[in-house]
């Protein structure tokens, strides 16, 4: 039986049910306690207490430790019986994702996993920046996980072995961007050093001077681990790492499934892609004009770069313009457009301690005492910003994008159980909404300016690009003519990136890196677009004069996210 959530629950969206817990969801959330003790930092990036010294075991003993939670979890939902709809879309999306989790443990893929942006490498430092530093207990927390980095990097070395005997390796372009990143972490003024050196309490207090001696020599062990991984991928990696990117068709349709949550046809989806470019720059084009009769896309492009108006200096002043814009965002659309209530309505904006590239976002923890952030990591050298172009970034990061979906989720505590709220995600349902929503801010007028429209242009057109890009080299598949000849090679597609992103070098080297050693994430943005729009578009057909767009999307959200495939079972066969 479910109810309307009472109204003075601060971490409810209007209009939310709850509801009696059922045996699928103690299965679930029994799931996901077991995951909070194998996996530590998870705990911490949730704000959820009693793990904050501790890491993961990265070793293929720990690995096997998750698989076999897995299994132990299949086999407790066999033979459950849902209760209600809510419980029918768990058991569907744990079937699907968990099964696939299987099948990727057992590919043993999951032993090379070394990449750019989204690996135990980074992984294991950047957990840091989600720590609490406001009391003293925190930072004994800090340095109790800075004396565990060795261990957790130890384990990780162990499982690239084990991925090096069987020979599946990353490729050498991964190795050595990977070498370079871990090499920044340990350097002197590095991460570490800097993390240490500067520990002070929020009021400027100072910390204990035994406890900053501690601090000081966790980040030397800190360093050192990481000076010993960077080592290892030059000495002992690097050497035996194939020359080549492309993964190839089996390799890719198991990581694309991964990302999606639903198996395309990747030839037809490739076709797909290029024809949805043409489309995009043909818009691009029709912008142009506006902004000034007769110029091409990079003509107007170039103008709106030299509009002292559009422009921003510094990092302070990025991180102040993306939180005035995310704010009037929350105000504007809350209560109107979509349900946003209480802390929901609260989003940081963050400049990152690291000058990697990429612009990312992190969920609020369990409670929201810790608020959802938009992080932009800024490539070293660059200090103008350009408003046009990131004006569609904002809402993709915050509102109604990641923040607006992985708060309400996060807010659904009465109704969804916590491996849905907390632990499910795929990249095609949470990066497909947040494109989705791009689009939407333009439906619904907060892009009229041309010079806005243009940058959500310019998005879409990125992420249309990478589709074309990222099935194209993995699969090697033939060139469109507009584009060039003969079969896609990883410079091929670097060149044919660089006309279709606008971008500074610094970001494009950044993402060319990342679809090359993240197979099938970049094209899940679009994919993940197109269903929702045909999702969105099926329902309003079906509904005629009664569709209500903001209640679709409530209903939508109250979800969490899960597989595209159990996405339309839930919204379209229920």
């Excluded at 927390?141 to 090096?164: E, F, P």
């Excluded at 729009?533 to 309003?540: P, S, T």
Aim: aromatic letters at 8%; one cysteine or more.
């Amino acid at each position: 039986m479910t109810q309307q959530t009472p109204s003075s629950d601060p971490l409810s969206f209007a209009g939310a049910q709850y509801r009696q817990p059922t045996a699928i969801d103690a299965v679930a959330d029994a799931f996901t306690e077991t995951l909070l003790q194998l996996d530590p930092s998870l705990a911490t990036s949730l704000g959820i207490p009693g793990h904050e010294t501790e890491y993961a075991d990265y070793s293929p003993a720990g690995l096997e430790s998750g698989a076999e939670a897995i299994r132990e979890t299949l086999e407790r939902l066999d033979g459950l019986q849902p209760s209600d709809d809510v419980d029918r879309v768990t058991l569907d999306a744990m079937h699907e994702r968990l099964g696939l989790q299987l099948e990727i443990h057992e590919s043993g893929w999951n032993l090379s996993d070394l990449n750019n942006i989204a690996s135990p490498a980074q992984e294991i430092r950047s957990i840091f920046d989600l720590m609490p530093t406001a009391t003293v207990e925190d930072w004994q927390h800090i340095c109790g996980r800075l004396h565990n980095v060795a261990d957790a990097v130890s384990g990780y070395m162990t499982s690239l072995r084990a991925g090096r005997e069987r020979g599946l390796l990353p490729a050498s372009r991964q190795v050595q961007i990977v070498m370079e990143q871990t090499a920044k972490y340990a350097e002197d003024g590095g991460f570490f050093d800097d993390y240490a050196s500067n520990a002070a309490l929020p009021d400027g207090g100072a910390l204990p001077e035994s406890l900053m001696a501690a601090l000081r020599a966790g980040a030397d062990s800190a360093r050192a681990a990481y000076r010993g991984l960077a080592s290892f991928l030059e000495t002992e990696l690097l050497p035996v790492a194939p020359e080549k990117d492309a993964v190839g068709r089996e390799r890719y349709a198991l990581m694309s499934r991964r990302f999606l949550g639903s198996a395309v046809d990747l030839e037809e989806t490739y076709q797909w892609g290029v024809e949805e470019l043409d489309r995009i720059i043909a818009e691009q084009e029709a912008v142009a004009e506006q902004i000034r009769p007769g110029a091409t896309v990079e003509e107007a492009m170039r103008l709106l770069d030299e509009d002292p108006e559009r422009q921003l200096h510094g990092t302070d002043e990025l991180q102040a313009w993306m939180q005035g814009l995310a704010d009037r965002a929350v105000a504007d659309l809350a209560g109107t457009h979509f349900e946003i209530n209480g802390p929901m309505r609260q989003i940081e904006c963050m400049i990152a301690p690291t000058q990697e590239g990429g612009i990312y976002y992190t969920g609020p923890s369990d409670d929201f005492s810790r608020p959802g952030r938009m992080w932009w990591s800024v490539p070293a050298g660059e200090d103008t910003f350009t408003t046009w172009k990131e004006t569609t970034t904002v809402y993709h990061e915050g509102v109604p994008g990641h923040h607006l979906q992985i708060a309400t989720a996060t807010a659904a505590r009465g109704l969804l159980n916590n491996w849905r709220r907390n632990i499910c995600w795929v990249s095609g349902h949470g990066e497909g909404w947040a494109l989705y929503a791009e689009r939407l801010m333009d439906e619904l007028g907060y892009l009229s300016d041309p010079g806005d429209k243009m940058g959500m242009l310019d998005a879409q057109r990125m992420r249309a690009a990478r589709v074309v890009f990222d099935i194209g080299v993995h699969l090697e598949l033939e060139i469109p003519e507009r584009w060039g000849s003969g079969t896609w090679t990883a410079e091929k597609g670097y060149e044919f990136l660089r006309q279709n992103i606008a971008i500074s070098e610094g970001q494009l080297n950044f993402e060319f890196t990342r679809y090359l050693g993240w197979p099938g994430q970049a094209p899940a943005y679009k994919l993940g677009q197109r269903l929702w729009e045909q999702i969105r578009d099926e329902v309003r057909s079906r509904e005629g004069e009664d569709f209500d767009q903001k209640a679709f999307h409530t209903r939508a959200l109250a979800l969490g996210s899960v597989g595209l495939d159990t996405l339309r079972r839930a919204l379209l066969e229920a």
